[in-house]
């Protein structure tokens, strides 16, 4: 089975920028409803943003205003770009492709918002 691969996590201070992104295998890419959830420490993990095959996205309105997912069928990748980061978007992402019948999830990379 194919696997999620995270990357871009990190630390920055609040008002700071990061560009998250995942990849798998091309060959399916294109079918599968791509997601960014969240947990923090202590809290269930939560959708930020989602996006269709087609690229129409939806995003939690904790965020809406900040970040922007976007993805490449052609290269397989889903992208999220977080800006204007607060100490509450501190948690570990984890990237989900969703089809009728597969759901899998990525390893999680941490993003921590701190001074």
């Known amino acids: 089975q194919a696997q999620l691969v995270e990357s871009g996590g990190g630390l920055v201070q609040p008002g700071g920028s990061l560009r998250l992104s995942c990849t798998t295998s091309?060959?399916?890419?294109?079918?599968?409803?791509m997601g960014w959830y969240r947990q923090a420490p202590g809290k269930q993990r939560e959708l930020v943003a989602s996006?269709?095959?087609?690229?129409?996205?939806n995003l939690a309105d904790s965020v809406k205003a900040r970040f922007t997912i976007s993805r490449d069928n052609a290269k397989a990748t889903v992208n999220l770009q977080m800006n204007s980061l607060k100490p509450e978007d501190t948690a570990v992402y984890y990237c989900?492709?969703?089809?009728?019948?597969?759901?899998?999830w990525g390893q999680g990379t941490q993003v921590t918002v701190s001074s």
């Open positions: 996006i269709t095959p087609s690229g129409s996205p």
């Open positions: 989900n492709a969703r089809s009728p019948q597969t759901n899998r």
């Open positions: 091309r060959t399916i890419f294109s079918i599968y409803v």
